[in-house]
Structure formats: C-alpha cells, structure tokens
C-alpha cells in the first residue's frame, strides 16, 4: 500500500481542492484495484453463460412459473462470492437468457449480501445469533422482492 499524503489527512475545512482531488483519486485507484479482477470474472461467467448454457434449462431452474425459482436463486447466490460490478455480466446474461427479472434480483442481492465469506468476516464482530437473525431476515426480505418483482413483471 502507499503512504498516505500529510495534507489527507489534516481536517477536512483545511483542504486544498488539489488535495481533495488526490484523495479522491486514491480513492478510486483502491477501489478499482480491488474489484477489476471480480468484474473480468463477472464477464467470463456471464460469457459462458450466454454462449453455453441452453436457455432452456434456465427456464426450467429461473423461470418464471416455479414458486421455488427465487428461494433457489437465493440458496445457489450464497456460496458465490462478487460485488455488485462482477455480478452484473452474469445477470445480463441470465436475463438475455430468459430468466425471469426477480429470480435474477433475488440471485444477485444474495450474492452481494448474503455470500458466505461476508458470513465469515461478520463472525469476527457478531455473535452466531445476531449472523442468524441477520440472514434469515436478509434472505427473507430477498426473497419478498424476488416473488413481488416476478409477479409485477411477468
């Protein structure tokens, strides 16, 4: 990691706006740092996806007559780790597919909110308890818009 600048750090009404400009550039050069290897990866699945997996097999597993469509869309989501810009190939691609759109929302906030290595880094601050109670209302309230969006759009 490099070293913080002197001037981030002194309080924010002593800022100069280049030195505002230079922390938010850092910023960004984090961030991305941390993700671009997630959003290839989002494109290769979306990729694979798109060019391999016959549409209707995802009719049959996403589609949009099967009440256990979203719950399993949750339950497949939660072992898979990505953020929001690696997951959004595989949504594309799932939808170009014919998946229906809130078996697809339901699949990609469970990955971003629910992914078992999240789990593992909220053990470190929360009880089993409170990790529990967390993703049985998540999954819960993941679920409600999953089956409120695919009755909506559909």
């Excluded at 990691?1 to 050069?29: F, K, N, Q, S």
């Amino acid at each position: 990691m490099r070293e913080a600048r002197t001037a981030v750090t002194l309080p924010a009404e002593h800022l100069t706006i280049a030195d505002r400009i230079r922390a938010g550039l850092d910023a960004m050069r984090d961030i991305f740092a941390r993700v671009w290897v997630w959003i290839i990866v989002g494109i290769a699945a979306g990729a694979f996806i798109h060019g391999y997996v016959p549409a209707d097999l995802l009719s049959v597993v996403m589609g949009r007559n099967h009440w256990w469509s979203v719950p399993a869309a949750v339950l497949i989501g939660i072992p898979i780790y990505s953020n929001a810009a690696g997951i959004i190939p595989v949504v594309e691609a799932l939808l170009g597919k014919g998946a229906a759109i809130g078996t697809v929302l339901a699949f990609m906030m469970a990955v971003t909110a629910l992914s078992a290595p999240e789990t593992i880094i909220l053990r470190k601050v929360l009880s089993m308890r409170l990790i529990a109670v967390f993703l049985g209302v998540v999954a819960a309230g993941i679920i409600a818009v999953g089956v409120l969006f695919n009755i909506l759009f559909n």
